[in-house]
């Protein structure tokens, strides 16, 4: 009984974090294969307006805006496939200007760094996920084995959108832009680049950033959080059965 009093609570908890992070990565997964819903996010936005305005005053390659939203779509899913495969191919990436039938390179070197940094935070987001995957697992023939219960959904509900609407709320009050900063500030490397202007980007251009990325942000809470009470239901399913 004491062994159970002290482990349980721990137990249950490594299994909401693990479930909660499992589904995490599995958004993230079918997000990526959707292109993070560029095309929706395209036009709601009117990226296609803003590059036509923008691209003409570009420091480095004025001839973007002779670029379709077809290509801008394509630009895009290169640079997230790349960032999801250890940051390969990033230096190839070409756009073609329709005026002279030609592909131009891209991305600047600083440009490739920064999604380098990104990269290499997806790939241990995606360990981490993993890691979580193996702990949810563990954690469920652990439940079995010992023959507790595992925790309701309800109980392990409340606390993880207890923690999502506090984080939301302080994003808020703080402003989205000052977070979005802070982050950077905090997790890539001091000698890189990580803000750019429009005018010297055709990353941000074609992404409007940071604007697609709170897109994409509500989106992948969105997506799994439906991810998460679903494994959770099947979860309480599968208990059942074996305990029946």
Same mark, same amino acid.
């Given at each position: 009984?004491?062994?159970k009093k002290f482990c349980l609570p721990l137990l249950s908890c490594l299994y909401g974090f693990?479930?909660?992070?499992?589904?995490?990565? +599995?958004?993230?997964?079918?997000?990526?294969?959707?292109?993070?819903?560029? =095309?929706?996010?395209?036009?709601? #936005?009117? @990226?296609?307006?803003f590059v036509q305005l923008v691209a003409p005053h570009e420091f480095y390659k004025p001839s973007?805006?002779?670029?379709?939203?077809?290509?801008?779509?394509?630009?895009?899913?290169? @640079? =997230?496939?790349?960032?999801?495969? &250890?940051?390969?191919?990033?230096?190839?990436? /070409?756009?073609? &200007?329709?005026?002279?039938? !030609? *592909?131009?390179?891209? #991305?600047?070197?600083?440009?490739?760094?920064?999604?380098?940094?990104?990269? *290499? +935070?997806?790939?241990?987001?995606?360990?981490?996920? @993993?890691?979580?995957?193996?702990?949810?697992?563990?954690?469920?023939?652990?439940?079995?084995?010992?023959?507790?219960?595992?925790?309701?959904?309800? &109980?392990?509900? !409340?606390?993880?959108? =207890?923690?999502?609407?506090? !984080?939301?709320? %302080?994003?808020l009050l703080l402003g989205p832009t000052r977070v979005f900063a802070q982050f950077h500030h905090?997790?890539?490397?001091?000698?890189?680049?990580?803000?750019?202007?429009?005018?010297?980007? #055709?990353?941000?251009?074609?992404?409007?950033?940071?604007? %697609?990325?709170?897109?994409?942000?509500?989106?992948?809470?969105?997506?799994?959080?439906?991810?998460? @009470?679903?494994?959770? /239901?099947? &979860?309480?399913?599968? *208990? /059942? /059965?074996?305990?029946?």
């Open positions: 009984m004491t062994r693990s479930v909660w992070l499992s589904a995490l990565l +599995l958004a993230w997964i079918l997000l990526a294969q959707v292109n993070f819903g560029y =095309s929706v996010w395209y036009p709601l #936005l009117k @990226i296609d307006q973007f805006q002779w670029t379709t939203p077809a290509e801008h779509a394509r630009l895009f899913n290169e @640079i =997230s496939h790349a960032i999801n495969h &250890n940051g390969d191919g990033l230096a190839n990436i /070409r756009y073609y &200007n329709t005026k002279d039938h !030609i *592909y131009e390179t891209m #991305l600047s070197q600083d440009e490739i760094f920064h999604l380098q940094d990104v990269a *290499y +935070l997806v790939r241990q987001g995606q360990w981490l996920g @993993i890691g979580a995957l193996f702990v949810y697992a563990l954690s469920l023939v652990i439940f079995y084995r010992l023959k507790w219960k595992i925790p309701s959904i309800k &109980n392990t509900l !409340i606390p993880f959108f =207890s923690a999502l609407l506090t !984080i939301i709320s %302080v994003i905090w997790v890539f490397p001091v000698a890189h680049r990580w803000a750019f202007y429009y005018e010297e980007s #055709l990353m941000s251009l074609i992404m409007y950033a940071p604007k %697609v990325f709170g897109y994409i942000a509500i989106a992948l809470v969105i997506l799994s959080s439906l991810l998460f @009470i679903s494994l959770l /239901r099947i &979860n309480q399913l599968i *208990y /059942r /059965r074996e305990k029946e």
